[in-house]
Structure formats: structure tokens, C-alpha cells
Nanobody, 118 residues
Framework: QVQLVESGGGLVQPGESLRLSCAAS????????MAWYRQAPGKERELVAR???????IYAESVKGRFTISRDNAKNLVYLQMNSLKPEDTAVYYC????????????WGQGTQVTVSS
């Protein structure tokens, strides 16, 4: 079992950057494949990026080249570096832990709000 806590959200202007962090509890963090999802108002939750236990990464087309997912197993942390932010990136961002790569896991954080607005 793992508990997830996101942080780092906020209000930024278009073109600016933010780095989200997801802190995981539990000694088995390195065995989980991690992902970031987001949900905008009135829309379904969507995948933003995944990172496997071996650091294989997958990105949504809408964020390729702008966002980078990474993990630090020694610190039980997952990051989402977001550059060149756009208003359409506005959403609540959630961290997810999965036992199988490519699948949505059952462990979720509480989410952190990202608002991109001028």
C-alpha cells in the first residue's frame, strides 16, 4: 500500500513554469509505476505522463516537449516539471501509483490545483 501527497501547484501566467511533486509513503515505492493525471472543470480525468520502475516514460501528445516526469526512489518522490504552460493546462493534477505499467493504479493523491491565466 502507498499514500500519495501532491504539492507545488499554483497560479502562473502563460509561458511560465511549475514543478509538481508527489511524495509517497511506504517502503515499496520503487516497485510502483507512477503517473500524473489531470482533470479540468467539466472534463474527464486524463493521463498526462507515466514513468515506469525502470524510468520508461510516456506522455500525452498535448504535453510532449513541454512536460517532464521523473522520479527519485531514494526520496520516494515523483516530479512533473511543466514548462511553457498554457491556459488549457489549467486543472487539478493527481499523482497515481500502479502495479502494472500502462494501467491506472488504485492509489491516488488528493490533487493539486494548477491555474494558468494572465
Amino acid at each position: 500500500q502507498v499514500q500519495l501527497v501532491e504539492s507545488g501547484g499554483g497560479l502562473v501566467q502563460p509561458g511560465e513554469s511549475l514543478r509538481l511533486s508527489c511524495a509517497a509513503s511506504g517502503s515499496t515505492f520503487s516497485s510502483f509505476h507512477m503517473a500524473w493525471y489531470r482533470q479540468a472543470p467539466g472534463k474527464e480525468r486524463e493521463l498526462v505522463a507515466r514513468i515506469s520502475t525502470r524510468n520508461t516514460t510516456i506522455y500525452a501528445e498535448s504535453v510532449k516537449g513541454r512536460f517532464t516526469i521523473s522520479r527519485d526512489n531514494a526520496k520516494n518522490l515523483v516530479y512533473l516539471q511543466m514548462n511553457s504552460l498554457k491556459p488549457e493546462d489549467t486543472a487539478v493534477y493527481y499523482c497515481n501509483a500502479a502495479a502494472i505499467f500502462g494501467f491506472t493504479g488504485r492509489y491516488w493523491g488528493q490533487g493539486t490545483q494548477v491555474t494558468v491565466s494572465s
